[in-house]
């Protein structure tokens, strides 16, 4: 009787098949070979540039950690607010082993990006890139400090583009629009630390871990681009973030067909609360009104709306066009500063 796989040769005794040993593909290799080139050449890149931070009170007593991303070579770096919240220094410990000192030069909780400095200079610098050329399935590397383990770097794919988080300061609030969602393995600790893309310039800023457990499910960083770079400047220069308000809330509404046909809109963003004595309380907008323009540029949700309320337009008196009762209207409101 046969073995199990034997093959018998008509006429002679059987012979043992063999299973060859299945060599992966070379291209399968190739691509192994170049994802992990690229994970090492970013963590090369970076890895001196990324700082684990412990920051404190007056008193220096601990009251945060996190990570930070240098930015200039005279000691500058960028961290999350909620990291250094109710902090005013701390020390910087770097890839090399070294501790410095720093101090917090500035924070705004409703984008949730600080600026600290660190002592001496000749630090080395991580290019910034712009978040706002990311795709969804592109590679991103992370860079930080979980858990308190200096320079760790875990890989990933951004899952998902202008994603928005809730941050809020006393009775104000905003959204921190057009973040980025990614995979990549975020833990406690990863706060204020590096998203890169492949060329190791640095497109993110890590600020959230969203799951049912630690570091599971989603991670979430603030993007770097022109509207961040400002709000990095302002803060690296000591100064407060200014922003216009109107003191409206809702979100986004699709128009029906035959109002989208008459206003030429066909979508918009729906007031569902208006502050009172708020300039647009002020200015007699109400619930269900939808707002579809500012100054002429179009308006979908509330992130166009906050992008339209920069710091130049406090003072000033905007032109909304608003649909009410399926008809366009011009509404004219003085834009106010949002309250520190």
């Keep these: 009787m046969g073995l199990a796989g034997a093959v018998p040769p008509a006429g002679g005794a059987p012979v043992h098949a063999r299973v060859p040993e299945v060599a992966p593909p070379a291209a399968e290799g190739a691509v192994l070979d170049a994802y992990s080139r690229t994970v090492t050449a970013v963590a090369d890149r970076l890895l001196s540039s990324v700082a684990s931070l412990r920051v404190g009170s007056g008193e220096r007593r601990k009251v945060g950690s996190g990570s930070a991303v240098v930015i200039s070579a005279d000691g500058l770096l960028v961290t999350s607010a909620h990291v250094v919240e109710g902090a005013t220094s701390g020390t910087a410990n770097f890839a090399t082993g070294e501790e410095v000192p720093v101090e917090v030069v500035g ?60 941050a809020s300061v006393g009775r104000s609030s905003r959204f921190v629009a057009d973040v980025i969602q990614t995979d990549t393995a975020l833990h406690p600790g990863n706060s204020g630390g590096a998203l890169a893309i492949s060329t190791a310039e640095v497109v993110g800023i ?12 989603l991670g979430m960083a603030v993007p770097v681009n022109a509207t ?53 309380d002020r200015a007699g907008l109400l619930p269900r009104d939808v707002v579809v323009s500012v100054d002429g540029a179009r308006v979908q949700d509330v992130r166009d709306l906050q992008r339209l309320l920069s710091e130049e337009n406090i003072g000033r008196v905007a032109a909304l ?4 009762d399926g008809l366009l209207r011009r509404c004219e409101v003085v834009c106010t500063e949002l309250p520190a």
């Design 107 to 166: 924070t705004d909780r409703l984008s949730d990006l600080a600026v600290v400095r660190a002592a001496g200079d000749g630090y080395q610098r991580a290019p910034l890139g712009d978040a706002d050329t990311l795709r969804v399935g592109q590679l991103v590397v992370a860079i930080g400090n979980p858990f308190g383990f200096a320079g760790s770097v875990s890989a990933g794919v951004v899952s998902a583009l202008g994603r928005s988080l809730v």
């Design 206 to 217: 890590n600020t959230a871990v969203i799951g049912p457990g630690v570091g599971q499910g």
């Design 228 to 280: 961040t770079r400002a709000i990095i400047g302002v803060l690296a220069a000591g100064r407060r973030v200014r922003r216009a308000y109107l003191g409206v809330g809702g979100g986004s509404r699709v128009l029906p067909q035959s109002v989208a046909r008459s206003t030429g809109h066909e979508r918009g963003m729906e007031i569902v609360s208006v502050m009172k004595d708020s300039p647009a």
């Design 321 to 324: 066009g608003v649909v009410r």
